[in-house]
C-alpha cells in the first residue's frame, strides 16, 4: 500500500525585507547576498504572528479542503517552540477546530523534525490506513543582527495531510539516516536567536548528505538516474546548489551547469523570496517544484535531503502521483507572495527588537496583516489567539 503526501499547504509572513535594503544598510555588495548565498528576500513575521498562527494558516487550506474527519493525529515540527510544556499544535488543534480524538505532540531536532514528523506520520498510516495524519512544519529563523547569519533569516510553514493511496506523493520505504553530535547552530533555552558555527555548519551539512546518500543508493538499489528532481533543505539557496554539485561529484557523475540547475529546477524560488523556515524550508522546497513546474512530474521520483543541525539527515524519495496538479495550492501561494508588503530597514529592526512581555499583565498586540489567524495578545503568561477577521 502506498502511504505519503495527500494535500500540501505554505503559508509564510506578509511581510518582507529586500536583502538589497539589507546589504545598503550594512554596507554590503548585494550580490554577496543574491549570488553568493542566493537569497533575495527575507520574510518578516509581525508581532502578531508565530509559528501556532504560521502552522494554522498553512493547515487551514487543507482542512477547509479535506475535511477533519479521521484526523487522529498532528505533529507539529519547530525548533522555535513558544512554550517549553505546551505543544504548539494544541493551539492549531483548537484554532482548527479538530476531533478530539487526535494524538497531538511536537518535535524538535532543528531543521529536522519536519522529516520526523513525515515520517511518523507514514508509519502510523502504514498501521491503520483509514486514519489521517496532519503534519505541520513551521519556524522563525532568527539571528543576531550584523551577524552573518542575519541573511539567511525568514519565516514560513508548510502543512501536509499524510494518507494511504496519497495523491500527491507516495513515499518510497527505502531511507539513508545520519546522526552525528555536533554544536554546529544551537540555541540554549535562554536564547531567542540561535547561534552557529556557520562555515562548520555548511561541511556537517554536505557530510551527512553524503553519508545519507550513499546508504540511501545501497539500501534502493538506485542510482542519480533514477531521480528526476533533487529537492534539499534550504537554509540558503546556494548551499543546496553546493550539496548537488558535492553529490554528483562524489558519485563520479559529470553534469553541465545547465544538467544541474535542471536537476534542481524549480525548487528553489519561494525560499529564495522567503528564507529560510527550518523545519519547513525543505517543503517549502518541495512545494515550490510541485507548484511551478512546467513539465508533468506525475510519475516521476523526486530525492529529499532533510539536515537538521546537530545534528540528524536523512535521504529519502517518493514518487509523483498522476493528477498531482489537481490538489496543489500553487494559485494561493502565488497571490500570497505577491501581495507582501515590502518594510523599510527600520521597521525590520523596530519587529526584530520588539521584546515579548513577560511580566504576566494583560498585553494588546497591533493588528497587522495576518493570515486567517493572529496573535491577538498574552495575559497571564497565557498566548491569545483569535481569528484575524
Ligand atoms: N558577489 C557574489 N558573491 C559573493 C560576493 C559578491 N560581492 N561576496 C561574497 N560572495 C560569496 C562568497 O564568495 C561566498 O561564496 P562561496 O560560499 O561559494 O565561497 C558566499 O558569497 C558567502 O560569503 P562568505 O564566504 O563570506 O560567508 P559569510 O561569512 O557571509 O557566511 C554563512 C555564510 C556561513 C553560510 C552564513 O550565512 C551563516 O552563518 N548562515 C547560518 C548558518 C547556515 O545557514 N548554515 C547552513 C548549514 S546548517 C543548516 O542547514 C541548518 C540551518 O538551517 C541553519
Known amino acids: 500500500m502506498n502511504v505519503g503526501i495527500d494535500a500540501i499547504s505554505f503559508y509564510s509572513s506578509n511581510y518582507f525585507i529586500d536583502l538589497k535594503t539589507l546589504g545598503e544598510v550594512r554596507g554590503v555588495d548585494p550580490d554577496k547576498y543574491y549570488v553568493g548565498i542566493g537569497q533575495e528576500k527575507m520574510a518578516i513575521p509581525p508581532p502578531d504572528e508565530d509559528i501556532v498562527t504560521m502552522g494554522a494558516s498553512a493547515a487551514q487550506a487543507i482542512v477547509q479542503r479535506e475535511g477533519k474527519d479521521r484526523i487522529e493525529m498532528l505533529l507539529f515540527a519547530t525548533e522555535s517552540g513558544i512554550d517549553q510544556s505546551k505543544a504548539a499544535g494544541v493551539f492549531v488543534h483548537g484554532l482548527l477546530q479538530l476531533p478530539a480524538r487526535c494524538r497531538t505532540v511536537e518535535l524538535k531536532e532543528a531543521c529536522y523534525s519536519g522529516t520526523a514528523a513525515l515520517q511518523l506520520a507514514a508509519a502510523w498510516v502504514q498501521a491503520h490506513p483509514a486514519s489521517r495524519v496532519l503534519v505541520v512544519a513551521a519556524d522563525v529563523a532568527r539571528y543576531e543582527l550584523g551577524s552573518p547569519g542575519e541573511p539567511t533569516q525568514g519565516c514560513g510553514a508548510v502543512a501536509m495531510l499524510v494518507t494511504a493511496h496519497p495523491r500527491i506523493l507516495a513515499l518510497d520505504p527505502e531511507v539513508g539516516l545520519y546522526t552525528e553530535d555536533v554544536m554546529d547552530f544551537w540555541r540554549p533555552n535562554y536564547r531567542d536567536q540561535a547561534l552557529v558555527d556557520g562555515k562548520y555548519s555548511t561541511r556537517v551539512y554536505l557530510q551527512a548528505l553524503q553519508a545519507c546518500w550513499q546508504q540511501y543508493r545501497e539500501q534502493s538499489g538506485r542510482d542519480l538516474a533514477d531521480i528526476h528532481r533533487f529537492c534539499y533543505h534550504l537554509p540558503f539557496t546556494r548551499m543546496a546548489e553546493k550539496a548537488h554539485e558535492r553529490l554528483l561529484k ?32 525543505l517543503y517549502v522546497g518541495l512545494t515550490c517544484l510541485l507548484d511551478t513546474s512546467a513539465e508533468d512530474l506525475a510519475g516521476k521520483r523526486i530525492g529529499l535531503f532533510s539536515y537538521g543541525s546537530g545534528c540528524v539527515a536523512e535521504y529519502f524519495s517518493g514518487v509523483v502521483q498522476p493528477g498531482y496538479q489537481a490538489r496543489l495550492f500553487a494559485d494561493q501561494h502565488r497571490t500570497m507572495l505577491e501581495q507582501r508588503t515590502e518594510l523599510t530597514y527600520r521597521q525590520y529592526e523596530d519587529i ?38
Request: cysteine-free; hydrophobic content about 25%.
Open 250 to 281: 562524489s558519485s563520479g557523475a559529470s553534469a553541465t551547469d545547465e544538467q544541474q540547475k535542471q536537476q534542481m529546477g524549480g525548487t528553489l524560488d519561494y525560499n529564495k523570496r522567503t528564507g529560510n523556515s527550518y523545519a519547513a524550508s
Open 352 to 389: 526584530y527588537n520588539l521584546v515579548f512581555p513577560t511580566d504576566g499583565g494583560r498585553h494588546t498586540f497591533s493588528r497587522y496583516r495576518t493570515g486567517p489567524f493572529r496573535l491577538a495578545g498574552v495575559n497571564q503568561h497565557k498566548r491569545l489567539y483569535e481569528a484575524a477577521t
